[in-house]
């Protein structure tokens, strides 16, 4: 203990039960919590095989928001120094130092596996507003996306991604006193793509009147958690924090909106229909053409057979 220096001296856990392995235990859980939440997202959409209903902008704006936190406690110069404090520490308490880079790492590379999905699964042999229809029974509606969105929306985020990680090796290079503000303009960046993330998937999924890919498990666990995890940064930043727990808070009410709505369309409402399969169109489906009344035979075409049984 005395080798260790004064600055990683309370990252060292002490022997036995104490509030300090408690709260380490406790973020863990929380750990655990953000990827067991994020994966029924991430099977439904595999399962359905598709993302219908689910905001291209929605995709974006947690993503890039995603990016921005992970980039924002990367580079804050705390952070630094208690990846540094792992050399004097043992592996447990370098582990429960870390443990909040850990859970906004896990956040960030869940939303980039759902950018993944959505781009992979995007139904394009199906009708932007009905994933049960084929393309071509119905004209595409220029408002809604298409696959070259999906795509511009992937591109957007990658650029983002590395716009960031070139900028801040540069600064860390040539002027790392300029860090923590680097870093503030990456939490504020965050902060402000998160907390208007889900009004386009508001939107989509009022619009649809269908929840379409969007899983209803994945809100029903990160409503609360994100309420839980506001509380517990307000108990321990006070009112004067309050651009840390705040957009905790926003986000909760707005996905919670999303969560109401989003079980009315999926269990009460009158266009509920609740998809338990592939949501993609076949060739069989697209070629086939409208069967006739019971009781009227088909007009004969160059299709039809000479001899007939």
Known sequence: MDSVSPQCRELV??????????????KSLILIGILVSYLP???????????????????????TSGTSAFANILVLPRSAQDVACCREISGVSCFAGLLGI???????????????????????????????NSASA?????????YR???IVTIISV????????????????QPGHLQAWANVLGIMSAVLASIQYFPQI??????????????????????????WAASLAQRLGVEGWSAWGVYVVTALLQGSLLVMGIYFEYLGPKKDIINGPINATDETVEQSPSSPPGEEEPPSENTPLLQS
Request: charged share 5%; hydrophobic share 50%.
């Open 13 to 26: 856990l002490p022997h036995g039960i104490s509030f300090n392995f408690a709260l380490s235990l406790a």
């Open 41 to 63: 997202q991430h099977i439904r959409i595999i399962q359905l095989r598709s993302s219908f209903g689910i905001s291209p902008f929605f995709v974006l704006l947690g993503t």
């Open 102 to 132: 850990f859970q906004v790492g896990v956040q960030c590379t869940c939303f980039c596996v759902i950018l993944l999905l959505f781009l992979i699964y995007f139904p394009r042999a199906t009708s932007v507003t009905d994933p049960t």
């Open 138 to 146: 119905e004209q595409t509606q220029d408002d809604q996306p298409t």
């Open 149 to 151: 969105t999906a795509v």
């Open 159 to 174: 650029i983002h991604a590395a716009v960031i990680l070139v900028a801040s090796i540069v600064i860390a290079a040539t």
């Open 203 to 228: 939107w989509t999924t009022f619009r649809l009147q269908k929840v379409g890919s969007l899983s209803i498990p994945m809100m029903c666990i990160q409503t609360p958690g994100s309420l839980v």
